[in-house]
């Protein structure tokens, strides 16, 4: 069974930086593709970032050139660099594998864009 712990949210003005860290049980991460997922309050939950085994990696035209994702699998660990962010960035961010397991998702970590 796999288990994700994401960390590092928080509230940042508009045009702020965070850094989101997610933490995986096993040893998933040298295997799979991995992705950050964000959900607001009332909509659907959606893919922003995404990255392979071998590194390469792609982003929702709506963070593309804001947002960076990265890995460290001696770590167990997907990284998620946000800068310039937008108030339409408010929602809780997961991380799970891509395709995602229905069963590993975690508590996700906040994110509140505001002035």
């Known amino acids: 069974q796999v288990q994700l712990v994401e960390s590092g949210g928080g509230l940042v003005q508009p045009g702020g930086s965070l850094r989101l860290s997610c933490a995986a049980s096993?040893?998933?991460?040298?295997?799979?593709?991995m992705g950050w997922y964000r959900q607001a309050p009332g909509k659907q939950r959606e893919l922003v970032a995404s990255?392979?085994?071998?590194?390469?990696?792609s982003f929702a035209d709506s963070v593309k050139g804001r947002f960076t994702i990265s890995r460290d699998n001696a770590k167990n660990a997907v990284y998620l660099q946000m800068n310039s962010l937008k108030p339409e960035d408010t929602a809780v961010y997961y991380c799970?594998?891509?395709?995602?397991?229905?069963?590993?998702w975690g508590q996700g970590t906040q994110v509140t864009v505001s002035s």
């Open positions: 990255i392979t085994s071998g590194g390469s990696t």
């Open positions: 096993g040893s998933i991460f040298s295997i799979n593709a």
């Open positions: 799970n594998t891509i395709p995602y397991k229905y069963n590993s």
